[in-house]
């Protein structure tokens, strides 16, 4: 049964893994992997097993410093049968057993078998852009790089966890702190070990690596200038690094700053010989072609233009969706995926330009909310009591003039539907379990908690980026690996990430001028930003000023552009209609009659919003069969 039931598995990630396959069977344990071949292309298939002792490594990523540890552990008489990252990582697991992971740069989910402690050791990498799923049932222990995978074992049942489908509701995120989606299936944590010993009843976890948590006062003196300098060495060591590979590579182009700065360094450092590709729909503000003509243009690079239809977006969303076995992040999702599908044609390796925002400060909001919590009254005033402006201008926001908490003012600016709203569409079974959203509002306290000593605009980036970081990571991954392309981000490297969250907060958003404080009395966070009185990554545009033309330099940050909110008051409403009715949901978790009026109501904005994790948690239901 076990061996079926990893095949199986392995069967369900042929696209994560399309050039190979193999498995390892010994009493007690089975392993199964899917390659897609990018360093020692003849070599390094799995699971690769240590001749002398037995131990047996299942690995998916990369480990981009192999040849330093390489070449260190030969110095220590270590002997190599191949030229492989896989090799390296198992040699380092022998050397110096779970410390291993402090001496890895890289993005990586492996599994570790070692018969001589009878142990199975798990670790994913720090900031999370390699997924791993695990599920205990009785004495068997299960885990996958995919939840789709998972449900392979006949114990791993799809019965959908409501707390964590309540959480994505509101935030489009797919898992709940260790929760998915999928009852008693976890997600092992960015920088996270877990180890487990036959007749064990339960795995130890425990966390190798964290964003650094830095009081105020505690932030670095470095100065600007300095600041930068480090930043550009550091970048471009990253970018170096990641550009290591036996197959043909390539890049994402956007036209935006941080994707233009990867581009540059990028055909720098492989002397001219960088391409990269760009998407867009044929649709004014839905595309970004000059900005990404003129960055291609600067740096004497190639670069193709894809070019989407409309009207092939259901098909797309609906593969995407039962390929990823989860309901989609954010509707860019399926324009990556097409993006990845494309580059195929000559790539198999892709530089991205995610983690950018999340740590050198790209988004004013929430980042500079802060700057509305330190303002704003802590309950409700009076009936009969005048406003001032600063309580005006909060309400213009936040549809009230007061903020209760930091959890509070984080939902607030981060949902998708307001939890009002949200609760309308619960059946009442579905609301009194969830007991007003309970065990989500308190593992946000508990976050935002962790990070009290810190600014508030410092805590908004500790709770983005373990939040909102790690649901982009595991976007961009699972939309390229469907398109069997590895998706690598240089802006996330931890040495990047752990020297930039000792930098004091000015160095990410601050005043555009002087006299921009005294300006804003009476605007909020984001009006603040609509009139451009603030600037985001400060260091970022400082550090590369010489190298991104000026006006890609000023721009604000642009999301990668979807209209489905649009289309789901016209040609897509009729999809997400049928969506919705054809699901178990409607009805059985969803209230019909709230569920239609978001529907009546498609062309208007909040309605159109509400309904893309509506819809999606739907389409997910109905492709993999879940059960409530």
């Not at 002397?271 to 990269?276: F, K, S, T, V």
């Not at 804003?520 to 550090?543: C, P, T, Y």
Request: with cysteine; proline share 5%.
């Amino acid at each position: 049964m076990a061996r079926e039931a990893v095949r199986e598995g392995m069967a369900r990630m042929r696209l994560r893994g399309p050039d190979e396959e193999g498995f390892f069977e010994k009493p007690g344990i089975a392993l199964g992997h899917r390659r897609l071949s990018i360093i020692d292309l003849k070599a390094g298939q799995q699971p690769f097993s240590d001749l002398a002792t037995g131990v047996t490594l299942v690995f998916n990523g990369e480990i981009f410093n192999f040849a330093a540890l390489r070449a260190e552990l030969e110095t220590m008489g270590r002997a190599f049968r191949t030229d492989s990252d896989t090799e390296v990582l198992l040699r380092a697991y022998l050397e110096w057993d779970e410390e291993c992971v402090q001496r890895l740069s890289g993005m990586y989910a492996f599994a570790v078998y070692d018969p001589r402690s009878q142990r199975l050791l798990l670790a994913r990498d720090r900031v999370g852009v390699k997924p791993l799923f695990y599920a205990l049932r009785g004495e068997a222990f299960y885990f996958a790089s995919s939840l789709k995978a998972l449900l392979a074992f006949p114990r791993v049942e799809p019965v959908m966890d409501w707390a964590a489908a309540s959480h994505y509701l509101t935030t489009v995120r797919t898992t709940l702190g260790r929760r998915s989606m999928i009852r008693d299936v976890s997600a092992l944590l960015p920088g996270e070990i877990l180890s487990i010993r036959r007749g064990e009843r339960a795995p130890t976890v425990r966390r190798y690596w964290d964003f650094p948590v830095v009081a105020a006062a505690e932030k670095s003196g470095e100065s600007m200038p300095e600041a930068a300098g480090k930043v550009r060495e550091l970048m471009t060591a990253s970018v170096r690094e990641q550009l290591v590979s036996d197959v043909p590579l390539g890049g994402f182009l956007s036209g935006g700053v941080d994707s233009s700065i990867l581009a540059g360094l990028a055909q720098t450092l492989t002397g001219g010989h960088y391409n990269a590709y760009s998407i867009g729909y044929d649709l004014e503000g839905y595309n970004e072609w000059p900005f990404v003509k003129l960055a291609a243009e600067r740096y004497r690079m190639w670069c193709k233009d894809i070019h989407l239809q409309p009207e092939a977006y259901p098909a797309d969303w609906k593969y995407l969706t039962a390929e990823k076995g989860l309901p989609l992040s954010t509707p860019n999702e399926v324009p990556i995926y097409r993006l990845a599908r494309a580059l195929k044609e000559d790539f198999t390796v892709a530089l991205s330009g995610e983690g950018a925002d999340e740590i050198f400060g790209g988004y004013v909001l929430p980042y500079f909310s802060a700057y509305d919590f330190e303002r704003a009254r802590r309950s409700e005033p009076a009936a009969d009591e005048i406003l001032g402006p600063v309580d005006r201008a909060i309400r213009r926001l936040y549809r009230r003039p007061w903020l209760v908490d930091h959890v509070d003012q984080h939902f607030l600016l981060n949902s998708w539907m307001p939890a009002e709203a949200k609760r309308s569409l619960f059946r009442p079974e579905i609301q009194d379990a969830l007991e007003g959203d309970g065990e989500m509002l308190s593992y946000y306290r508990d976050l935002f908690g962790r990070f009290a000593g810190c600014s508030t605009f410092d805590q908004h980036m500790h709770v983005h980026a373990r939040i909102n970081l790690e649901g982009l990571l595991f976007r961009v991954d699972s939309s390229t690996m469907a398109a069997s392309v590895e998706a690598r981000v240089p802006y996330t490297d931890h040495r990047l990430v752990e020297y930039l969250f000792h930098l004091p907060d000015r160095y990410k958003i601050d005043w555009m001028h002087p006299q921009s404080a005294a300006d804003s009395e009476r605007l909020n966070a984001a009006e603040i930003d609509r009139k451009g009185l603030v600037e985001s990554k400060i260091l970022l545009r400082r550090a590369f000023a010489q190298e991104v033309d000026e006006s890609i330099l000023r721009r604000k940050k642009v999301s990668f552009p979807v209209p489905v909110r649009e289309w789901f008051g016209g040609f897509l409403g009729e999809t997400a209609q049928d969506i919705i009715h054809g699901s178990a949901l409607y009805g059985g978790f969803f209230e019909t009659a709230g569920v239609d009026r978001l529907l009546e109501t498609a062309d208007l904005p909040a309605s159109g919003v509400a309904l893309w994790p509506v819809t999606n948690l739907c389409l997910w239901q109905t492709e993999m069969g879940i059960r409530l």
